[in-house]
């Protein structure tokens, strides 16, 4: 749930699989936000954000972002190296990222069938 | 009485990671540091139900101190209406713990979900102190930090079962663990 009280079921998440585990978050009673904030990461001669990077999750009592990501490993370079460039200009910041397998054990773990369907193939 | 042989069991479980061996000596290990640790103390140790039954029988054989024992038991998240919603405890303490040290026991530590909300109920018992043990330790996709006291071993990001943990509640009784990939059985 998140801090204003609103459930997963009245979050507009942008994949299933974030609803997926905002759903084991709320199981948990674990205090969730979804994309609270926008780390503005690279700016054009003119001082406008050129790039940006939203975190899925951020978990106020653990002070951490979770970014949630399916696409498989080879597709994934372009937010490894967001993640990358966020942990140098906001070193205090507190991100984890949690990959398609990361995703797809979870889903094991807590006895989901529906991995690979909230996943894609 | 002989071990059971890993040729009687079916073909879709891995190579063996931790053997019998290597689980007694360490178990024998932890139940001999926490011995010390609680020398003269009113102990009570928590299991959590009910992969942590066979760690949980060894450690407090390996314990050289008398110590009280109980279990928890709680809803874990899964699959239908009745397993979504929220987290609920479906056998709480018989022991009284208030003023008494607790140790709560897992069997395998992964996002901290589950121990998070255990260790928070315990708080509510007001135990005089609570520490948490975990048999294995796997913080690749660790969500909540927990702070433990004792672990068994730190492992890699592989899905293990056996001597207590699951895949779809088989495997426990496999006296050593070995490597699972639920992919692989899921296909099969």
Redesign the interface.
Same mark, same amino acid.
């Given at each position: 749930m998140t801090e204003d009280g609103e459930t997963q079921a009245e979050v507009a998440f942008a994949h299933p699989s974030e609803a997926a585990f905002a759903? &084991?978050? +709320?199981?948990? !009673?674990?205090a969730w936000e979804y994309e609270p904030r926008t780390f503005e990461l690279r700016w054009d001669d003119e001082g406008n954000v050129s790039e940006a990077f939203s975190p899925d999750f951020y #978990?106020p009592e653990?002070d #951490?972002y &979770?970014e949630l990501t399916t696409m498989e490993q080879r597709l994934i370079t372009k937010k490894h190296r967001k993640l990358r460039r966020l942990r140098e200009l906001y070193p205090e910041v507190n991100i984890?990222l #949690?990959n398609r397998? +990361?995703f797809? !054990?979870?889903m094991?773990?807590?006895?989901? +069938?529906?991995g690979d369907s909230l996943i894609g193939q | 009485m002989d071990s059971i042989v890993s040729s009687s069991w079916p073909g879709d479980i891995g190579p063996i990671f931790l053997t019998e061996e290597q689980i007694q000596r360490r178990v024998a290990e932890l139940g001999a540091q926490i011995s010390q640790d609680y020398a003269g103390q009113d102990l009570v140790v928590v299991g959590v139900l009910k992969g942590v039954l066979f760690f949980m029988a060894d450690l407090l054989r390996a314990m050289a101190i008398p110590v009280a024992v109980d279990f928890l038991a709680i809803a874990r998240y899964g699959p239908t209406d009745e397993t979504h919603g929220v987290v609920r405890l479906t056998k709480d303490l018989n022991e009284t713990v208030a003023g008494r040290h607790v140790l709560f026991v897992e069997d395998i530590i992964d996002t901290g979900l589950t121990t998070n909300f255990i260790m928070r109920a315990l708080r509510l018992h007001e135990p005089l102190s609570l520490k948490a043990c975990a048999f294995l330790n796997r913080t690749r996709r660790r969500l909540i930090d927990i702070d433990l006291a004792y672990v068994g071993f730190d492992i890699p990001d592989f899905y293990v079962v056996g001597y207590g943990l699951d895949y779809r509640e088989r495997y426990r009784n496999l006296p050593y663990l070995v490597v699972f990939d639920p992919d692989q059985a899921a296909e099969g």
């Open positions: 759903r &084991i978050l +709320d199981f948990y !009673q674990v #978990l653990q #951490l &979770i984890k #949690l397998s +990361d797809k !054990q979870m094991f773990k807590y006895g989901l +069938d529906e | -």
